[in-house]
């Protein structure tokens, strides 16, 4: 028998593929090293956002901002969770600065990691 043909872009199932929030957590790195931490902060939000959503169990209309503030609202969850979403949701002042001195890539990776544990 001849060889099967098997075209050049059928995808390769042992390759991992990764997940959005991995994707935005690593955009964010890139965005803070080119000095633009206004784009991390955006990027480290939908990181949370995403992971958010998935654990509420949320549509995909509901918003990065939106899951983060229906995040802090579950009873139960842990006061550095509900920190980090905390954190997330703050609004930057009238010169593009939080009004706290917080890590939101530390806190969206907290937040990432500790949500899909569950």
Known sequence: ??????????PRYNRRMKKEWEV??????????????GRARVCARRAAGAVAR??????????????LLALKGVTGISPELWQAADHLTMRVNEIFRLPVDVDLLADARILCESLNEE
């Open 24 to 37: 935005e957590l690593e955009a964010a790195l890139r965005a803070r090293k080119a000095g633009n931490e």
């Open 54 to 67: 998935k654990y509420l169990k949320g549509d995909r209309e509901m918003n990065a901002y939106e899951a």
């Open 1 to 10: 028998m001849g060889m099967k043909y098997v075209p050049y872009y059928k």
